[in-house]
């Protein structure tokens, strides 16, 4: 008669393989649960694609987060696979600079350590230095506050938008949105592409908004033909989705807060002020944040809106 082995090592493994799939269970929705718990996030509850949405700062989550909240939702959301397009709005109650992750050692760094430049040179030595926060993804700092509108948007890995693309034409489809929707409001823009895209200079190559990649977008000078960037986008992707960040300068931004903060010299500051612009000062007439989501949510679609 046939008797099963008793050896141990044989009887674990056996054990390991049957229980695999079951821890594999629970530690997923342990990992849910501990992000959702953190944030306080609820499922989306609007499947709508946007008839008669109502855009106002409560319907489309549009309230005032600060960027550390930001980026651990991002990275929560990224945590579980990704059923159905979403997006989540972002406004910011103060100042803050997101870094990218190679930047996350200046965190750390004592604040009168720097940069080298002399003091001279330097942003106020005494005016205030704003908050770092870390996100998971590359490239340059982002200086957040008032003055930025931004939005996470979450995709899941095989939707048509996503698919098939590279990972710079995977922007063309959101720059043309952001094109159509300031035509609309009454701006002149355009979204650069790939065999025009303007490289941040070196000097500035640590600031976000110093370089302009494929499908973000531009205004150019009037007076100078420079184009001057008003929306950015990042991108991240993982095996449970694709998560696309958008940002619009909506007022002026205070660069030179990030400079100071960064240990960069004021003119450096004021170059990027000139390579950037906002919506109000290119705007015929004042646009809040909600009349612009509302213009481009149409051109988002399918897209399912998720609130706290």
């Given at each position: 008669m046939y008797r099963p082995r008793r050896d141990?090592?044989?009887?674990?493994a056996g054990l390991l393989?049957?229980?695999?799939?079951?821890?594999?269970?629970?530690?997923?929705?342990?990992?849910r649960w501990i992000c959702r718990k953190r944030m306080n996030i609820t499922s989306p509850?609007?499947?709508?694609?946007?008839?008669?949405?109502?855009?106002?700062?409560?319907?489309?989550?549009?309230?005032?987060?600060?960027?550390?909240?930001?980026?651990?939702?991002?990275?929560c959301q990224l945590a579980e696979p990704v059923l159905q397009p979403r997006m989540k709005v972002?406004?910011?109650?103060?100042?803050?600079?997101v870094l990218g992750r190679s930047q996350h050692a200046l965190a750390d760094r004592p604040a009168d350590g720097a940069g080298g430049s002399s003091p001279e040179n330097l942003a106020d030595s005494d005016a205030?230095?704003?908050?770092?926060?870390?996100?998971?993804?590359?490239?340059?700092?982002?200086?957040?506050?008032?003055?930025?509108l931004s939005a996470s948007l979450l995709l899941p890995l095989d939707d048509p938008r996503m698919a098939m693309t590279s990972v710079a034409d995977s922007y063309r489809w959101l720059g043309e949105?952001?094109?159509?929707?300031?035509?609309?409001?009454g701006v002149t823009a355009r979204a650069v592409p790939p065999a025009e895209r303007i490289p941040a200079p070196e000097r500035l190559a640590w600031a976000c908004f110093a370089g302009v990649a494929p499908w973000e977008v531009v205004?150019?000078?009037?007076?100078?033909g420079v184009a001057r960037k008003l929306v950015g986008f990042a991108q991240r992707r993982s095996r449970h989705g694709v998560l696309l960040a958008l940002g619009v300068?909506?007022?002026?931004?205070?660069?030179?807060?990030?400079?100071?903060?960064l240990g960069h010299p004021v003119a450096l500051a004021d170059e990027l002020a000139a390579t950037t612009v906002d919506l109000a000062s290119v705007s015929p007439r004042p646009v809040s944040n909600d009349d612009f989501l509302a213009v481009l949510w149409p051109r988002l679609q399918p897209m399912s809106l998720m609130t706290d």
């Open positions: 141990p090592v044989w009887h674990v393989e049957t229980m695999a799939p079951i821890l594999a269970h629970h530690l997923c929705l342990s990992d509850t609007h499947e709508g694609h946007g008839e008669g949405l109502s855009l106002t700062a409560e319907a489309t989550g549009a309230s005032d987060l600060d960027a550390a909240r930001e980026q651990r939702w991002n990275e972002w406004t910011y109650r103060e100042g803050a600079i205030v230095r704003l908050p770092l926060v870390k996100r998971g993804a590359g490239g340059g700092a982002v200086l957040v506050g008032p003055w930025l949105a952001m094109v159509e929707t300031l035509g609309e409001l205004v150019d000078d009037p007076a100078t300068l909506v007022q002026p931004a205070p660069w030179r807060l990030l400079a100071q903060t």
